[in-house]
């Protein structure tokens, strides 16, 4: 009878998995495995493009490996499958979600006739601009989700609602902070 190195827990089937935050990583193939599943649910249908954004990761990884994941991400993503845009600036915003609702063919009621207008603007803010669009979104089975920069901005992407459990593990996987729009 041979001893092995591990005892088996039956209660333990997942101590073997993927780790809980981005710095337990070892391996850039998986961190590269997460980033995919990732791309994958922002471009729900859509690998073609998921696998033009991973080419683009990839590319910026080799440029400077030493930038975290989630910014190259934002890189790739950028104005095709999420946004980033600064907390004062709501027109741009609108104008990104717009562009993502559409790749579903759905459209955003701003709950004004032109939400470019500058009086619109200058009395509404970029966290109430996404809770209104989170709520629209999620009448017709999407999530907008949106990760902390850590700076003056505010970033996400659109998911199918049916992927919210993923889209969590995945990003905690990577060490990404996201949180529901309407959080």
């Given at each position: 009878?041979?001893?092995?190195?591990?005892?088996?827990?039956?209660?333990?089937?997942?101590?073997?998995?993927?780790?809980?935050?981005?710095?337990?990583?070892?391996?850039?193939?998986?961190?590269?495995?997460?980033?995919?599943?990732?791309?994958?649910?922002?471009?729900?249908?859509?690998?073609?493009?998921?696998?033009?954004?991973?080419?683009a990761?990839?590319?910026?990884?080799?440029?400077?490996?030493?930038?975290?994941?989630?910014?190259?991400?934002?890189?790739?993503?950028?104005?095709?499958?999420?946004?980033?845009?600064?907390?004062?600036?709501?027109?741009?915003?609108?104008?990104?979600?717009?562009?993502?609702?559409?790749?579903?063919?759905?459209?955003?009621d701003?709950?004004?006739?032109?939400?470019?207008?500058?009086?619109?603007?200058?009395?509404?803010?970029?966290?109430?601009l996404?809770?209104?669009?989170?709520?629209?979104?999620?009448?017709?089975?999407?999530?907008?989700?949106?990760?902390?920069?850590?700076?003056?901005?505010?970033?996400?992407?659109?998911?199918?609602?049916?992927?919210?459990?993923?889209?969590?593990?995945?990003?905690?996987?990577?060490?990404?902070?996201?949180?529901?729009?309407?959080?």
């Amino acid at each position: 009878m041979t001893m092995h190195d591990f005892d088996f827990d039956p209660d333990d089937n997942f101590a073997n998995g993927v780790p809980a935050a981005q710095d337990e990583l070892d391996d850039d193939a998986t961190i590269e495995a997460l980033v995919w599943q990732l791309l994958l649910l922002v471009n729900p249908g859509d690998e073609d493009a998921a696998l033009q954004q991973f080419t683009a990761y990839q590319d910026a990884m080799a440029d400077d490996d030493a930038i975290e994941p989630v910014w190259r991400i934002r890189d790739a993503i950028d104005w095709k499958a999420g946004f980033h845009v600064a907390d004062d600036d709501p027109g741009t915003l609108i104008d990104a979600i717009a562009e993502l609702a559409a790749r579903w063919n759905l459209r955003i009621d701003w709950g004004v006739e032109d939400p470019t207008d500058g009086e619109f603007l200058a009395s509404t803010d970029v966290a109430t601009l996404v809770a209104l669009a989170f709520d629209q979104l999620r009448e017709r089975g999407y999530t907008l989700w949106t990760w902390d920069t850590g700076t003056d901005a505010t970033a996400g992407w659109m998911t199918l609602a049916t992927d919210d459990e993923g889209m969590r593990v995945v990003a905690g996987g990577l060490g990404i902070d996201v949180r529901t729009g309407a959080a």
